[in-house]
Structure formats: C-alpha cells, structure tokens
C-alpha cells in the first residue's frame, strides 16, 4: 500500500521559524498537510495548506524538497518564502520560535531534521 504524502512549506524569517498547532495532537509543525486525491505533486498542498491553516501565500524558494520518511507517511518540505500577512485560517494556534528555543517546547519530529537540511542549525 503505498504511504500518504503529507507536504508543507518551511518558512523561516530573520532567525525565527513559523510554526503551528494542527490537527489533533499538540506537536508545534510546519503548516501543511495531506496531498489530495485531485492534487498531482507534494508542491501543490505546499502552496494550498498555508491559505487554510494561516490565510497566507507562500513562494517556493529551493525546489528540491527535504523529504521525511515515517512508518506510516511520508513529508515533504520545501523551504519557501511568506508573501502575504498572516490572516488566521484553520490553525489552532501559530507562532514565531527563535531558533534557540525551540529545543524547550513539543516540536513534530521533522521540525529539526528538516531545519538542519536547510542549514538554520
């Protein structure tokens, strides 16, 4: 059976990562999510989950994305670049984390490897 792609962009600004809280879990992630059944490339809920959970447009900066293999899915990011202000959306919560602190909260388990791949750590 072949795993879900689950997609979504890393966006990171003057040292600090924006990250949210989605779904049913408590884990601080990138915006993103499942890759429809209408949807041809992990590029494209990359683009359309950032208008859901937080209202925003995104560009995609580098389009060789970090990939994350999990037993039951597997995560593609790609670092990309906010265009719009943060309007709310779907996202219970979201919030700006300076680098440094990030090791003090509940972090998604890609959140690091996939910030190392794009050499913020």
Do not use: C
Request: hydrophobic share 40%; no cysteine.
């Amino acid at each position: 059976m072949k795993k879900p792609i689950v997609a979504g962009p890393v966006i990171v600004e003057e040292g600090r990562v924006l990250l949210v809280q989605a779904g049913k879990d408590e884990f601080w992630k990138f915006p993103g999510g499942k890759m429809e059944s209408f949807e041809n490339h992990p590029a494209e809920p990359t683009y359309r989950e950032p208008k859901e959970e937080l209202g925003i447009e995104i560009a995609i900066l580098e389009p060789t994305p970090f990939i994350f293999r999990k037993k039951n899915v597997v995560l593609y990011h790609y670092l990309s670049l906010r265009l719009t202000e943060i309007a709310g959306g779907t996202a219970r919560e979201w919030k700006w984390f300076s680098i440094e602190e990030l090791e003090k909260y509940a972090l998604a388990e890609n959140v690091m490897p996939a910030l190392k791949h794009f050499r913020f750590i």
